[in-house]
């Protein structure tokens, strides 16, 4: 009896292992995903216009303010001092941006692998005032390959840039996929 939670296992092992096959050729062309680039200088990060949220990511509530991340662009910041009438005034561009937290008047934040953190107790001017570079790592690779997509993509190519987003497009003999 008690060889039966182990036969179970090995058994639900193989049926799941055996669920996925091998990619046997790559063809010439297929829907996938492409990686977009950051133009510029990634590190850098300032404020601009008020624009769409397109990937809503992290949002946080400070002082009437909401602070909302858009995933690999920066933080949407809202005034919401009148709940009924919510009004985006600041764009805040953090390239790679996946992830904020806010304590006090200091926004931390991730430059795709480095952490930066920000003053945020004026919103006319972004001072950075520390950087931590390469402090996540498993960020910075994780641009490496679509997040939770399983199919055809182009491959990173590190020497263009961070990767910012990713868009579908036909894709000529594809050498990445999972």
């Known amino acids: 009896m008690k ?77 919401n001092s009148d709940p009924a009438h919510p009004e985006r005034i600041k764009f805040l561009q953090i390239t790679g941006n996946t992830d904020i937290a806010i304590k006090g008047n200091i926004m931390y934040a991730n430059n795709g692998g480095d952490m930066v953190a920000i003053d945020i107790s004026r919103l006319d001017s972004a001072v950075v005032l520390s950087r931590i570079p390469n402090a996540f790592p498993e960020v910075e690779n994780a641009g490496t390959a679509p997040p939770n997509y399983f199919g055809f993509f182009e491959c990173v190519d590190p020497s263009r840039g961070v990767v910012i987003g990713w868009e579908e497009k036909l894709l000529h003999k594809p050498q990445c996929w999972r």
């Open 3 to 79: 060889y039966v939670p182990l036969l179970v296992l090995l058994l639900a092992g193989l049926l799941y292992g055996g669920c996925f096959e091998p990619k046997r050729e790559i063809p010439d062309e297929v829907m996938g995903l492409a990686p977009i680039y950051s133009t510029g200088d990634w590190k850098q990060i300032a404020f601009s216009e008020p624009r769409v949220i397109q990937t809503l990511g992290k949002i946080y509530y400070k002082d009437g303010y909401i602070f909302a991340g858009e995933s690999g662009q920066g933080v949407h910041i809202i005034d």
